[in-house]
């Protein structure tokens, strides 16, 4: 396969593995942040598992792009997970999005291609 589709999968993966912890987040008890036993139950909240799950895998992905890739284009196309979560926290979470995060948004972009195409 394509490394390049390895790569997509990764920052996907990735993406909606953050999106999961932040909801997650927002359910766990405090007390349960702490350092200690009920550290542990923190595992058995269902969005933190689920995207533990997931950002598992999004590792396989990225480790499966690192075997057919070098690591100067690899870990730049990484940042394209920005660009994700802006997205999925403007949808899903309603998070207000402001001109400058969208700005900040191009300037990745523009780092992105940058990278790519001067690695041709």
């Known amino acids: 396969m394509n490394p390049y589709y390895y790569m997509i999968f990764a920052v996907i993966f990735s ?3 953050q999106l999961l912890q932040k909801i997650g987040s ?19 909240n269902p969005f933190i598992f ?5 950002l598992f ?3 396989l992905f990225y480790l499966l792009a690192l075997s ?3 690591l100067s284009i690899a870990y730049p196309l990484l940042s394209s997970g920005y660009i994700f979560v802006l ?9 207000k999005v402001g001109i400058r995060r969208w700005l900040g948004v ?4 523009t780092g992105i291609c940058v990278v790519f195409f001067s690695g041709r």
């Open 26 to 44: 927002g359910k766990v008890k405090e007390e349960h942040l702490k350092i200690g036993f009920k550290s542990v139950l923190i595992f058995f």
């Open 50 to 54: 689920s995207a533990l799950v997931i």
């Open 15 to 17: 993406s909606f593995g």
């Open 106 to 109: 191009f300037v990745i972009i």
């Open 87 to 95: 997205l999925l926290s403007k949808f899903f979470l309603k998070e």
């Open 68 to 70: 057919k890739l070098p």
């Open 57 to 59: 895998f999004a590792t």
